[in-house]
């Protein structure tokens, strides 16, 4: 018995090293199925890094990564990922149950919103700053989350909007229930021309819901305001509501 062992933790281990000893090049090909492709790859399954990560034909910027051998006697595959780019960073600890599913632990992250157009509405610029203990994607949509994402200094590039200024999202949304499959977030103002309040709703079928109210502040623009008469009468605290959905 105690040779079987021995044989099978043999095996085990000289499976684990012809898999991180395989090029990079060649383990960032498993992934071009799924939209993620690299250039300018270098270094080994185990400890490598690319020029250019791109994404459903998004460009993150340049990606090192740090496999975690020991997870895959446990048939896991987890590293540490980081992507640089000259005008943010990203890193996490990633988890890959399949090419479709991605589980992001400690997530740090401060992009521009145009790296983010797969799960951002079209037409905005801006800046995301992302704190995440957990988020998990799948199929390229976000299932489940916890932690807060900050978009600071938002703008419409397409139309004109009041919606601008800086706010937080926080997953998932505190006292509020969601639909099953429905990832919901509490969305605050951090300061700026609006106060804002309430509740964006990402769907299994890649749409959005953002729904709440909104008033401007004292020392807003005249012209702000005059904006916000579109979306109805105030209520007792001179907040209107709005609503914005769409599919991405």
């Known amino acids: ?11 085990v281990t000289f499976i684990v090293l012809a898999i991180v000893s395989v090029p990079a090049s060649v383990l960032l090909g498993l992934f071009q199925s799924s939209g993620i492709t690299a250039a300018g790859a270098e270094g080994t399954a185990w400890k490598g890094r690319a020029q250019m990560l791109q994404i459903q034909g998004v460009n993150l910027g ?22 640089t780019r000259p005008e943010g960073f990203a890193q996490a600890q990633v988890g890959l149950r399949s090419t479709d599913s991605i589980t992001l632990k400690d997530l740090t992250a401060s992009l521009p919103l145009g790296a ?5 509405p079209p037409g905005w610029s801006g800046t995301v700053n992302l704190k995440f203990a957990s988020l998990v994607s ?3 949509w ?21 919606l601008t200024g800086s706010y937080q999202l926080t997953f998932p949304a505190p006292n509020v229930q969601a639909a099953e499959g429905v990832l919901a977030a509490e969305v605050v103002d951090l300061g700026g021309p609006l106060e804002i309040a309430g509740e964006l709703e990402l769907r299994p079928d890649r749409s959005y819901l953002l729904t709440g109210t909104v008033k401007a502040r004292a020392d807003a623009p005249p012209n702000l305001a005059k ?15 709005f609503s914005l959905e769409g599919t991405l």
């Open 1 to 11: 018995m105690k040779l079987r062992w021995l044989i099978v933790l043999g095996l």
């Open 142 to 162: 976000p299932s489940s989350a916890n932690g807060t994402a900050e978009v600071l200094n938002i703008t419409s590039t397409a139309q004109r909007s009041p």
């Open 227 to 241: 904006q916000l008469q579109i979306l109805g009468p105030p209520d007792a605290e001179g907040a209107r509501p």
């Open 62 to 83: 340049a990606l090192e990564w740090d496999l975690h051998a020991l997870a895959l006697l446990t048939l896991k595959l987890q590293a540490d990922v980081k992507v």
């Open 116 to 120: 983010l157009s797969g799960v951002a």
């Open 138 to 140: 799948e199929n390229g």
